[in-house]
């Protein structure tokens, strides 16, 4: 399968098989939304295989973050892990590692996570999102050229997360859709403020721009949240400055 496959996962009980076929001879795959059959969710599928295959990357175990009591958990699976899974997972990092310690890494808003062991002792893994799962450094694959400005705006909302109580939970609230339109927001504003970096930028202007026309017809809702979470953000970082 190639990066630019769309999304076949559907939401039944099919969808392990229809994993299965797309990680025949893979360790890993990022599957694309199809907008046009109206689709919007993206999927990172990982197989956890009980011996290396030698044929693509062979993932051993997998870092990510969750969410319990309105506070991120730093979470590891490998194979020893309690399955089947049919959970949440929270924004931020996920890692995969293989045997010999080279990772593949991935960007997320959070979502949905679902895993299940197959016949032959397999596990796979599911994470979904109905924002963009973007791809992070790694050894078998290119970097999205949007993930160093995701990184950005996560490390950004580490600050009061980090500093004031309460902020953490409030972040945790947040749906992925409407942290997937806060950074939207974020990258607009920081490039309206400094015109030399917008003319630096401009691939980056642009689809800001659009995006944002996109989710504020498409996700009005959200749109919206996002811009009243940033507003409290802004204001739990200014108390933290004093």
């Known amino acids: 399968m190639t990066a630019d496959q769309r999304s076949t996962i559907g939401d039944d009980g099919r969808w ?26 993206s999927h990172l599928l990982v197989a956890l295989r009980p011996s290396p295959t030698i044929r693509h990357f062979d993932p051993e ?19 020893d892990s309690r399955y089947p899974i049919s959970s949440d997972y929270s924004w931020g990092l996920i ?9 593949n890494q991935f960007l997320s808003f959070g979502g949905a996570l679902r895993a299940q062991l197959t016949p032959d002792a397999a596990v796979i893994l599911d994470f979904s999102s ?7 450094s790694g050894h078998s694959q290119t970097v ?16 009061p997360i980090d500093f004031v109580p309460g902020a953490e939970a409030l972040v945790a609230k947040a749906s992925p859709l409407t942290l997937y339109c806060a950074f939207i927001q974020h990258v607009r504003d920081k490039l309206a403020q400094a015109r030399g ?46």
């Open 16 to 41: 392990l098989e229809q994993a299965g076929r797309i990680l025949a001879n893979l360790g890993f795959e990022l599957v694309e939304p199809d907008r046009a059959a109206g689709n919007d969710a």
């Open 61 to 79: 175990a997998i870092d990510c973050w969750t969410c319990e009591a309105g506070r991120g958990k730093a979470t590891r699976l490998d194979r």
């Open 95 to 103: 890692s995969l590692t293989d045997r010999l310690g080279v990772v």
């Open 130 to 136: 109905n924002a963009p799962i973007l791809r992070g």
């Open 144 to 159: 999205d050229p949007l993930s160093a400005e995701v990184g950005v705006f996560f490390a950004r909302i580490k600050v």
């Open 197 to 242: 970096l917008r003319e630096a930028n401009r691939w980056l202007a642009d689809w800001s721009s659009r995006e944002a026309q996109r989710m504020e017809a498409s996700a009005a809702e959200q749109y919206k949240a996002a811009v009243e979470l940033r507003h409290q953000l802004g204001a739990i970082e200014a108390i933290a400055r004093e």
